[in-house]
Protein backbone atom coordinates (compact mmCIF):
# COMPACT_ATOMS: atom_id res chain seq x y z
CA UNK A 1 0.00 0.00 0.00
CA UNK A 2 2.66 2.47 0.79
CA UNK A 3 4.37 2.02 -2.58
CA UNK A 4 0.94 2.49 -3.96
CA UNK A 5 1.10 5.82 -2.50
CA UNK A 6 4.67 6.89 -2.87
CA UNK A 7 3.96 5.96 -6.68
CA UNK A 8 1.10 8.16 -6.63
CA UNK A 9 1.96 11.28 -4.96
CA UNK A 10 5.77 11.22 -6.75
CA UNK A 11 3.28 10.62 -10.12
CA UNK A 12 0.47 13.81 -9.65
CA UNK A 13 3.86 16.62 -7.64
CA UNK A 14 1.56 17.54 -5.84
CA UNK A 15 2.72 15.57 -2.53
CA UNK A 16 -0.89 14.90 -1.42
CA UNK A 17 -3.16 12.15 -2.09
CA UNK A 18 -7.59 13.50 -3.35
CA UNK A 19 -10.19 11.11 -1.69
CA UNK A 20 -11.24 9.83 -4.54
CA UNK A 21 -7.78 8.25 -5.52
CA UNK A 22 -6.97 7.16 -1.66
CA UNK A 23 -10.34 5.70 -2.09
CA UNK A 24 -9.28 3.66 -5.35
CA UNK A 25 -5.85 2.80 -3.74
CA UNK A 26 -7.41 0.97 -0.27
CA UNK A 27 -10.60 0.04 -2.08
CA UNK A 28 -8.43 -2.98 -4.21
CA UNK A 29 -6.83 -3.47 -0.82
CA UNK A 30 -10.01 -4.09 1.07
CA UNK A 31 -11.32 -6.17 -1.42
CA UNK A 32 -8.37 -8.62 -1.24
CA UNK A 33 -8.92 -9.43 2.45
CA UNK A 34 -10.44 -12.85 4.01
CA UNK A 35 -13.60 -11.09 6.02
CA UNK A 36 -13.29 -14.24 8.04
CA UNK A 37 -9.80 -13.33 9.28
CA UNK A 38 -10.62 -9.85 9.51
CA UNK A 39 -13.85 -10.72 11.91
CA UNK A 40 -11.57 -12.66 14.06
CA UNK A 41 -9.20 -9.98 14.35
CA UNK A 42 -11.65 -7.55 15.32
CA UNK A 43 -12.71 -9.72 17.69
CA UNK A 44 -9.04 -10.02 19.43
CA UNK A 45 -9.05 -6.71 20.03
CA UNK A 46 -12.02 -6.33 22.00
CA UNK A 47 -11.29 -9.93 23.57
CA UNK A 48 -7.74 -8.96 24.83
CA UNK A 49 -7.97 -11.16 27.95
CA UNK A 50 -8.50 -14.66 25.47
CA UNK A 51 -11.56 -15.69 27.15
CA UNK A 52 -13.47 -15.98 24.23
CA UNK A 53 -16.00 -13.43 25.13
CA UNK A 54 -16.10 -9.88 25.18
CA UNK A 55 -17.47 -8.32 28.42
CA UNK A 56 -18.15 -5.45 29.60
CA UNK A 57 -14.34 -4.53 31.21
CA UNK A 58 -13.42 -5.23 27.38
CA UNK A 59 -15.73 -2.58 26.01
CA UNK A 60 -14.95 0.05 28.52
CA UNK A 61 -11.20 -0.61 27.73
CA UNK A 62 -12.31 -0.26 23.92
CA UNK A 63 -14.28 2.83 24.37
CA UNK A 64 -11.40 4.47 26.37
CA UNK A 65 -9.13 3.46 24.00
CA UNK A 66 -11.01 5.53 21.02
Do not use: H
Not at 1 to 6: C, D, S
Amino acid sequence: VMQLWFDYVSSNNTGKIAYADFAEIMGEKVLQRDPEEEMRKAFALFDDDDTGFISSKNLRRVSREL
